[in-house]
């Protein structure tokens, strides 16, 4: 008897101690998508209990980012996270951009392509919390020493620009390597997922391309119907739009050959969609919160399934 009431117990609970810390209701991450996410998509996430995020950079410019800082704070007081793409942004502009997170008190930064030492520095003087975005070993590593709070370990399949490695071997292989909280990214679309990546020893689950099929998502209507048609088999792995391998949608991706690199490949982002193998498992768009209603009873009953 008293080992059902406990499985029974265990298996009510959905979150982690990186969730509870965060002061999410569930463990996941709207993760942050270039041209994609928008404030819209961060009230409607932090209300349904998981964080919302988007990338700074989706504001054109500083003025737009404080209006949606602002507006997004008159929505909720739940927490959410601003993504800065630290080599990709003008540095005047990165700091405009941090400055402006700190001054609206957003809880939670999430810094990709390049060092986030700088950043860390500032934001624990703030109390802020920081993960950084890494594909492999190597820059956990740097990560690490660098201070972040939590490393978003970025698997093979994943939406945007993706790693080469298995989930099943980069999430258990960089958590056994650093002594920060990971974060699991690539290929989550549902709660099974979500099981499977805490059970590999992840404490959030970072979703990007199930958000694109979502109510609140500003991406045109025949990009999310692309995302609930396609299959894996769709997706493609290339470093010829931006220089850095991602993975795209092939039907967006020009017949002849693929795009030259040059400065202006991340304008060809709104042109050739991307998005991760995860769209294999998304069969409807959705608002956010049944998204991540169902997530939630998916992972009830995969948890369910082990007992
Ligand atoms: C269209 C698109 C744009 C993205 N843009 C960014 C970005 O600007 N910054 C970033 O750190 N990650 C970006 N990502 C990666 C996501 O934050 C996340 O790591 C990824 O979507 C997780 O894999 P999944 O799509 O399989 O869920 C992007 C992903 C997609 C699909």
Redo the contacts with the bound molecule.
């Keep these: 008897m008293g080992g059902d009431w406990y499985g029974a117990r265990v298996s009510k609970l959905f979150s982690t101690p990186l969730s509870r810390k965060l002061g999410l209701t569930y463990p996941l991450v709207a ?6 996410s928008n404030k819209e998509m961060i009230v409607a996430a932090a209300e349904a209990g998981i964080l919302g995020t988007m ?1 700074s ?1 989706n504001a054109r410019t500083p003025e737009q980012f404080e209006a949606d800082l602002k507006w997004i704070r008159d929505k909720t007081d739940k927490p959410f996270g601003i ?1 800065v ?1 630290i080599g990709l942004t003008d540095p005047e502009r990165l700091q405009q951009d941090v400055e402006l997170c700190f001054e609206y008190e957003v809880p939670v930064l ?1 810094t ?2 390049g060092n986030p030492t700088e950043i860390v520095k500032q934001a624990h003087a703030r109390g802020v919390t920081v993960f950084h ?1 890494v594909i492999q070993l190597r820059h956990a590593h740097k990560a690490q020493q660098a201070g972040v709070d939590g490393i ?1 370990a ?1 698997s093979q ?6 790693g080469r490695v298995n989930p099943y071997v980069l999430i258990p292989y960089l958590r056994r390597s650093v002594d920060v909280p990971i974060i699991a ?5 549902g709660g099974d997922q979500v099981a499977a990546a805490l059970a590999l020893g992840a404490e959030l689950a ?5 958000f ?1 099929a979502s109510a609140e998502c500003g991406a045109p209507q025949a990009y999310k119907d692309m995302v609930v048609d396609a299959t894996h088999d769709d997706v493609v792995y290339t470093d010829q739009v931006s220089g850095v391998h991602a993975n795209f949608l092939k039907q967006t991706l020009p017949e002849e050959g693929t795009p030259s690199r040059g400065p202006d490949a991340a304008k060809r ?1 709104k042109d050739i ?6 769209v294999s498992l998304i069969q409807e768009v959705a608002p956010i919160e049944e998204i991540v209603q169902a997530i939630v009873r998916e992972y009830h009953d995969a948890t369910a399934r082990l007992q």
């Design positions: 993760a942050p998508m270039f041209i994609i990338p950079l993504n793409t999430l990709s392509y975005d978003i970025v399949g994943a939406g945007g620009h993706a990214a690539g290929c989550i679309s970072y979703m990007g391309t199930r694109i982002w969609w991307s998005a991760g193998q995860g």
